[in-house]
């Protein structure tokens, strides 16, 4: 007797997918349903070694040391409106005898601390970098009234070889007025990028975007001062920057004098 056949399984048909193209995720919304802008890109540091550049520092430690202390610090606003001849001791080209020519760069938000840059030209890093505890907006605003002098002191250590620019803090005194204090340290990667934007500028003054364009920072807008300084070393323990107006006009003026005690 012939056995039957066995029922063949039934094939069920097998349902293709198509992908859909990839497609890049959407910008984040904000609970307004509005697009959050995106972060804007940092130009890549271009800047070059300065030739004074020297072998690594020793005292990056306690520079970072001091500076923690120095945070601690109150900002004060003096009062440096002591009016003063700009004519002084200048010379009529503009040019201080015995001096060479860097470039220094007044920058930071405006109610926070101001910083001093001091390079070589422009394109290079800064040799230099100063924090005072005096606002930007008022310093700035200082020097539109007349010549500002801020003087550094710091205490002369017997048998001490440390250079006078590499000192990590001093006293200040802004026009004959004790003003605070000022503190060296190790540019940042928001300092850097300050001198990046602004490689291209030889003197002038304005206003460096944030970059998100949508809130104003709580300590106001990031400004900059730009001009040539006059470097002056007087001995070991004395030197001085003076801040050089373009055509010998009557606009804003700065002198520094840095000296040992």
Known sequence: MATPPSPSPSLKP??????????LPSPPATPSGKEKPMSPIRPAISLNQPNSKKGSSKHNKIFRRVRAVFRSFPII???CKIPVSLHGNRL????VHGGTRMTGTLFGHRKSRVNLAIQESPGSLPILLLELTIP??????DMG?????IALE???????KTKIEDEPIWTMFCNGRKSGYAVKREPTDEDLNVMQILHVVSMGAGVIPTGDGVDQPADGELTYMRAFFERVAGSKDSETY????????NGPELSLFFVRI
């Not at 097998?14 to 497609?23: A, E, F, L």
């Not at 009529?92 to 040019?95: A, L």
């Not at 930007?136 to 605003?141: A, N, S």
């Open 145 to 149: 009234v007349g010549l500002v002098r």
């Open 154 to 160: 710091c205490e002369k250590k017997r048998n001490d």
């Open 77 to 79: 606003a003096p009062a």
């Open 92 to 95: 009529n080209d503009g040019h």
């Open 136 to 141: 930007t907006g008022k310093l700035l605003q």
């Open 14 to 23: 097998v349902q293709t997918r198509s992908r859909s193209p990839s497609t």
């Open 242 to 249: 003076y801040m050089l107006n373009p055509d010998g006009n």
